[in-house]
T-cell receptor, first 114, second 113 residues
């Protein structure tokens, strides 16, 4: 079945450490997104990419970095510059070209600080 | 700035007690309004897309409606398995907002047997 796979499910970060969250999709979607979810808050956009080798900052990109070397993959690195990284991170994708297409989401990664 | 506000923040219902969730929005041109369901520790699951005022869509016990300023998600005779967080999101029509959804904070629905 087609879908979006996020790994790991749970991740712990030590002080000063960079960590990378994986996102892989086999839906043949061009556009991919990273959202951050905090309790009681809406999903906030971190980065998005509409095509391989191109990506744009979302509303809360500081302290995060991404790459898009393959259509299927859009990893997110949470750097040591992100001072409050504890959150639920969601990867999503959709077909490009029709901006009112629905987003498909992965199952999320819960990141916590040790 | 695009904004989405959902109410109530939390809703507790008895099984069979129908109710509605609200999603109020301000956006510079609406291309689409989305409803998602999210279970604890999981990613959101798509329910509906609404495109224009007056539009309605149904799926089992859920019915979504849209006006120029808000959307309602009506739940008829809910069951405990309908317990989840329901998210609303808007897709603005502006070019610089291409592909960017703005989400509300969600309504946590609990249905007691």
């Amino acid at each position: 079945d087609g879908g979006i796979t996020q790994s790991p499910k749970y991740l712990f970060r030590k002080e000063g450490q960079n960590v990378t969250l994986s996102c892989e999709q086999n839906l043949n979607h061009d556009a991919m997104y990273w959202y951050r979810q905090d309790p009681g808050q809406g999903l906030r956009l971190i980065y998005y990419s509409q095509i391989v080798n191109d990506f744009q900052k979302g509303d809360i990109a500081e302290g995060y970095s991404v790459s898009r070397e393959k259509k299927e993959s859009f990893p997110l690195t949470v750097t040591s510059a992100q001072k409050n990284p504890t959150a639920f991170y969601l990867c999503a994708s959709r077909r490009a070209g029709t901006p009112n297409e629905k987003l498909f989401f992965g199952s999320g990664t819960q990141l916590s600080v040790l | 700035e695009d904004q989405v506000t959902q109410s109530p923040e939390a809703l507790r219902l008895q099984e069979g007690e129908s109710s509605s969730l609200n999603c109020s929005y301000t956006v510079s041109g609406l291309r689409g309004l989305f409803w998602y369901r999210q279970d604890p520790g999981k990613g959101p699951e798509f329910l509906f897309t609404l495109y224009s005022a007056g539009e309605e869509k149904e799926k089992e016990r859920l019915k979504a409606t849209l006006t120029k300023k808000e959307s309602f998600l009506h739940i008829t005779a809910p069951k405990p398995e309908d317990s989840a967080t329901y998210l609303c999101a808007v897709q603005p029509a502006g070019g610089t907002s291409y592909g960017k959804l703005t989400f509300g904070q969600g309504t946590i629905l609990t249905v007691h047997p």
